[in-house]
T-cell receptor, first 112, second 112 residues
Framework: SQQGEEDPQALSIQEGENATMNCSYK?????LQWYRQNSGRGLVHLIL?????REKHSGRLRVTLDTSKKSSSLLITASRAADTASYFC????????????FGTGTRLLVSP | SQTIHQWPATLVQPVGSPLSLECTVE??????LYWYRQAAGRGLQLLFY??????ISSEVPQNLSASRPQDRQFILSSKKLLLSDSGFYLC???????????FGNGTRLTVT
């Protein structure tokens, strides 16, 4: 079953704008990860945030984590057309944290 | 450096035929291995994961099975394919439970 749910399901913005995607999950976690998928390809890891961290940055990416609300957000600043892709959050859930369960994803379209 | 190979890239099979998808990882030892399936425009469904040879956990009861004959080889099989088995199959690995997943390029399976 899906552990995470991303919101919104789809997002359409112009180049230069910021894009914010949210993820909610259900169980306790060890860490939460965000991935990107270009159409028809495998997923690429973007950023990992541990349960004891609240915010993390990587280039134009900013991830926040609120374990009390079981939610995370991914912010892409100054978006580019090349950022067009689907974005997924993934959590390691319970059961020994061996599984990585993905959400339903947000499809981001950045128009020039 | 580590690499993951997944093949074939595309596959068209008739209903009732067998299936064998192969995934191998190079440049690491004792990786955690995963099989996911993605329906069109949807999130990833975890099918199987393995933390070692002969240690395979099944997440979804269905007509698929997985085997790990060697440390860095993960095989997804079916004796008789169903139409509902169509989808995009992704193999992934990671070297420990709190590290990112590295995905192959996927196999697009169409069952006709």
């Amino acid at each position: 079953s899906q552990q995470g749910e991303e919101d919104p399901q789809a997002l359409s913005i112009q180049e230069g704008e910021n894009a914010t995607m949210n993820c909610s999950y259900k169980t306790s976690i060890n860490n939460l990860q965000w991935y990107r998928q270009n159409s028809g390809r495998g997923l690429v890891h973007l950023i990992l945030i541990r349960s004891n961290e609240r915010e993390k940055h990587s280039g134009r990416l900013r991830v926040t984590l609120d374990t009390s609300k079981k939610s995370s957000s991914l912010l892409i600043t100054a978006s580019r057309a090349a950022d067009t892709a689907s974005y997924f959050c993934a959590t390691d859930g319970d059961t020994g944290f061996q599984k990585l369960v993905f959400g339903t994803g947000t499809r981001l379209l950045v128009s020039p | 450096s580590q690499t993951i190979h997944q093949w074939p890239a595309t596959l068209v099979q008739p209903v009732g035929s067998p299936l064998s998808l192969e995934c191998t990882v190079e440049g690491t030892s004792n990786p955690n291995l995963y099989w996911y399936r993605q329906a069109a425009g949807r999130g990833l469904q975890l099918l199987f994961y393995s933390i070692g040879i002969d240690q395979i956990s099944s997440e979804v009861p269905q007509n698929l099975s997985a085997s790990r004959p060697q440390d860095r080889q993960f095989i997804l099989s079916s004796k008789k394919l169903l139409l509902s088995d169509s989808g995009f199959y992704l193999c992934a690995w990671r070297d420990r439970r709190d590290s990112p997943l590295h995905f192959g390029n996927g196999t697009r399976l169409t069952v006709t």
